[in-house]
């Protein structure tokens, strides 16, 4: 069973008007892209699921939590 069987993202900006922006790739490219995101941006991301925890950890590390 997957989130969506509960709701859908767009739920969430719908209902609450909290903007939801996803991303499904390898958790290496969506750390890369966190990085790059908040050292151009200043955005970071809210929620950083991953099997792989090395990835997410280094992130927290790095203090990009």
């Known amino acids: 069973m997957t989130i969506e069987h509960f709701f859908t993202w767009s739920t969430l ?9 996803t991303r499904f790739s ?3 490219l969506t750390r ?3 990085e790059q995101e908040l050292s151009e941006t200043e955005k970071s ?3 950083f699921a ?3 925890i090395d990835n997410p950890q280094t992130l927290f ?3 990009l939590n």
């Open 32 to 34: 890369e892209f966190i």
């Open 50 to 52: 991953s099997a792989d």
């Open 45 to 47: 991301a809210d929620v």
């Open 26 to 28: 390898p958790s290496g």
């Open 13 to 21: 900006s719908d209902k609450y008007g909290i903007p939801v922006e």
């Open 61 to 63: 590390e790095k203090g």
